[in-house]
C-alpha cells in the first residue's frame, strides 16, 4: 500500500482527511513562508504548498504528499495569519460588511510528478460591530488562521453568505484533491 501523507500540522486538514476515512501520516514542514509580494493569490498559495510538500516529499520519495496553504484577500490586500489583536482586529474590520475571497493552494507531490492547482471561494461578512469584533478575538479562534477567522467554529457567524468551495476556506478543497490524487495514481 501506498503512503499519503499530509505536510501540515493544521487540525483542520486533518480532521477534513479522517472524516473520508483515509490512511495517512501526518509529518510537517518547517518552511519558510515568505513570499512575493508581485505575486498574485494564486501563485501565492500554489508556492508555499509546494514548498511544504516538496519538504515533506525528499524525505518520503516512495509516497504521495500533499501539501496545502490558504490566504484571505480583501480589496487591497493578502491576509494571512494575524500576529496579535490588533492585526486581527483590524483584518476582521477591513471584511466586514464586504465580500472577500479565498484561495486555497494544492500541491500534490506523487514519485511520478507535482500537480499543483488553487481553489478559489468567495465569502460574505455581516456588518460587524467593534464589539462583536472584539468577543470573536477573545475567543482566541483567529489567530491561527488566515484572515483572522475560522468558518468551521465561531467564526461561522460572521459569514452571511458563501460562493464556492467551503472545504477549501476550512484549508483542503476534499473533492478537488481526492480527484487529483486518483488521478496521479494514488489508490484510494
Known amino acids: 500500500m501506498t503512503n499519503l501523507i499530509l505536510a501540515s500540522s493544521s487540525p ?12 495517512f501520516e501526518i509529518k510537517s514542514s518547517d518552511v519558510d513562508e515568505s513570499y512575493n509580494p508581485n505575486l498574485s493569490p494564486e501563485e501565492i498559495v500554489m508556492e508555499l504548498a509546494s514548498r511544504k510538500a516538496k519538504a515533506v516529499f525528499a524525505e518520503s520519495s516512495d509516497s504521495f504528499v500533499i501539501g496545502s496553504d490558504t490566504v484571505v484577500v480583501d480589496e487591497v490586500a493578502v491576509l494571512g495569519k494575524p500576529k496579535d489583536s490588533d492585526e486581527a482586529f483590524n483584518m476582521l474590520k477591513s471584511l466586514s460588511g464586504k465580500m472577500h ?22 465569502v460574505l461578512f ?3 460591530s467593534d464589539e462583536e469584533i472584539h468577543k470573536y478575538i477573545h475567543t482566541g479562534e483567529p489567530f491561527d488562521k488566515a484572515g483572522a477567522y475560522g468558518i468551521q467554529g465561531i467564526g461561522s457567524t ?6 464556492g468551495d467551503y472545504f477549501a476556506v476550512v484549508g483542503l478543497p476534499l473533492s478537488r484533491t481526492i480527484r487529483e490524487l486518483q488521478i496521479a495514481g494514488f489508490r484510494l
Open 12 to 23: 483542520r486538514r486533518k480532521e477534513l482527511l479522517d472524516n473520508l476515512h483515509l490512511t
Open 101 to 122: 475571497s479565498v484561495y486555497t493552494g494544492v500541491s500534490i507531490i506523487s514519485p511520478h510528478a507535482e500537480k499543483k492547482f488553487f481553489v478559489k471561494t468567495d
Open 126 to 128: 455581516w456588518e460587524l
Open 158 to 163: 460572521l459569514v452571511k453568505e458563501i460562493h
